[in-house]
């Protein structure tokens, strides 16, 4: 039963598409976050939610827009895609304050834009 | 702003050779630090987090305050260990947004 589920796995479309790529967690925590994975192996936080609520925005494009709309789940959209936006895509949740062990990631969503 | 720092990209040791991975932080504050590995192509796992100092998979990382170092450690490497590596920092009070190091690459050879 896995813990955090990404979909799709796989993703490859062409510049210019609107694409979304979902997340769920059956954990009972209260926190999610989107990380981006570029080509050298980099790992960036672009949003977290707490509780539906968005609580971490770091400097993404507008055309990236996630969406949160219970505990468990956060999605995340992208608009007119571009070919820079390559990357897998990290999903992940955890607890919030003192119960705070870490993050449990999700397997990835590999988004080849061409 | 906080910082992490993993010097090197790649690091390659024999099988059975000890093995240290560093991780240098930037952080004034009381930090957290956690050691992730990513198997290829696979989820990140949480290896170890500081706080609790234990040892996994004989992997053990000792946080040094006046360093400002998490190095990995572990005294005989084996070949399953090859992966990548993060070293991770929370800061009091960000949102539990986790600061990841750019990652080393550990291949051990035979």
């Known amino acids: 039963d896995t813990a955090v589920s990404q979909t799709p796995k796989y993703l490859v479309t062409q510049m210019g598409n609107d694409k979304s790529i979902k997340c769920e967690q059956n954990l009972g925590h209260d926190t999610m976050y989107w990380y981006k994975q570029d080509s050298k192996k980099f790992l960036k936080i672009m949003f977290s939610?707490?509780?539906?609520?968005?609580?971490i925005n770091e400097t993404v494009p507008n055309r990236f827009s996630p969406k949160s709309p219970d505990k468990a789940h956060l999605n995340l959209h992208i608009n007119s895609l571009e070919l820079g936006d390559s990357a897998v895509y990290f999903c992940?949740?955890?607890?919030?304050?003192?119960?705070?062990?870490?993050?449990?990631f999700g397997s990835g969503t590999r988004l080849t834009v061409v | 702003a906080q910082r992490v720092t993993q010097p090197e990209k790649l690091l390659s040791v024999f099988k059975g050779a000890p093995v240290e991975l560093k991780c240098n932080y930037s952080y004034s504050g009381s930090p957290e630090l956690f050691w992730y590995v990513q198997y290829s192509r696979q989820r990140l796992q949480l290896l170890l987090r500081?706080?609790s100092r234990e040892s996994i998979k004989g992997f053990t990382a000792d946080l040094n305050k006046g360093e400002t170092s998490f190095h990995l450690k572990k005294p005989f490497a084996q070949e399953e260990d090859s992966a990548m590596y993060y070293c991770a920092l929370k800061i009091t009070g960000g949102g539990n947004k986790l600061t990841f190091g750019t990652g080393t690459q550990l291949k051990v050879e035979l």
């Open positions: 500081h706080i």
């Open positions: 992940a949740s955890s607890q919030m304050g003192t119960s705070f062990y870490g993050y449990t």
């Open positions: 939610y707490n509780n539906k609520e968005l609580i």
